[in-house]
């Protein structure tokens, strides 16, 4: 799970952005290539991991400057991120999907000022606007995380935070990041949340097409786990709470089917 990685970043305002890809849309993929070398005011470091068999994104590449190309099979998506975070040296870390776009050209600048204003906390996050969902996002409890992921597309990671934790588990193929940032919010690590839209998520991503059922099984161990005993509970009961309701609704509802039940009356 854990890999060596850069621990001597360059000082100053630097982002490094990190693209796992898979023969991916060449437009798609430009697209995200310019919202990040377009950042002002920020210098950039962009890795993008991954074997490329459609020749036009391999020579898009090739022929963007600034852009480190790892040419290389993987074994799954966060193979690839964590080969990208060995080869990272930014003070943050932010990993995007091919087609995935920051929101302006300003993004990495407020990110910085948010850092400089906060004494560079471990995680900066904020909201993504997600072309199948709508707004994603808010501010995150470890309440809130018990229920649904801070999108990857919205996080900055400090360099400092794999220093302390590690990198991806790679165990879980979809939900990974669900995973580590569990980990980032039982080690209490110092979070600040940006209130706004730092990227947009495209549509048809793998983590809605794709279910990570090791994930799933594990999610409520890892509550557990992580959180402690009150989180637990909380989250097992709420889960066999929605099962048992679901169950009732679903016998009401085949039994009206087999007109077992009468309508309902009001008295």
């Not at 900066?124 to 809130?144: C, M, N, P, Q, S």
């Not at 009732?248 to 509802?253: F, K, P, T």
């Amino acid at each position: 799970m854990s890999k060596a990685f850069c621990s001597n970043p360059r000082r100053g305002a630097r982002l490094s952005v990190v693209i796992p890809v898979k023969n991916p849309d060449i437009q798609a993929l430009e697209k995200t290539l310019t919202s990040v070398l377009s950042q002002s005011e920020v210098q950039v470091q962009l890795v993008v991991v991954g074997a490329l068999e459609n020749k036009s994104a391999s020579s898009l590449l090739l022929s963007t400057p600034d852009v480190r190309w790892v040419n290389e099979h993987d074994s799954g998506i966060y193979d690839a991120m964590n080969k990208g975070l060995s080869l990272s040296d930014g003070e943050y870390v932010l990993f995007l999907g091919a087609g995935d776009y920051l929101a302006n050209a300003s993004v990495g600048k407020q990110v910085f000022d948010v850092a400089r204003g906060f004494g560079y906390p471990h995680l900066i996050y904020g909201r993504v606007w997600d072309e199948d969902l709508g707004l994603v996002g808010g501010k995150f409890t470890r309440w809130a995380l018990c229920r649904r992921n801070i999108p990857h597309q919205a996080i900055f990671y400090s360099r400092t935070v794999f220093e302390i934790l590690g990198t991806y588990n790679e165990r879980y193929a979809i939900l990974a990041d669900y995973e580590f940032n569990m980990r980032c919010f039982a080690a209490g690590l110092k979070g600040v949340f940006l209130d706004m839209v730092v990227a947009v998520c495209a549509g048809g991503g793998i983590s809605k097409r794709v279910r990570d059922v090791v994930f799933e099984c594990e999610k409520e161990r890892l509550i557990w786990q992580y959180f402690g005993p009150v989180y637990g509970l909380s989250y097992t009961l709420g889960k066999r709470a929605k099962r048992y309701l679901r169950g009732l609704l679903g016998d009401w509802v085949n039994a009206r089917k087999t007109g077992e039940v009468g309508p309902t009356s009001r008295p």
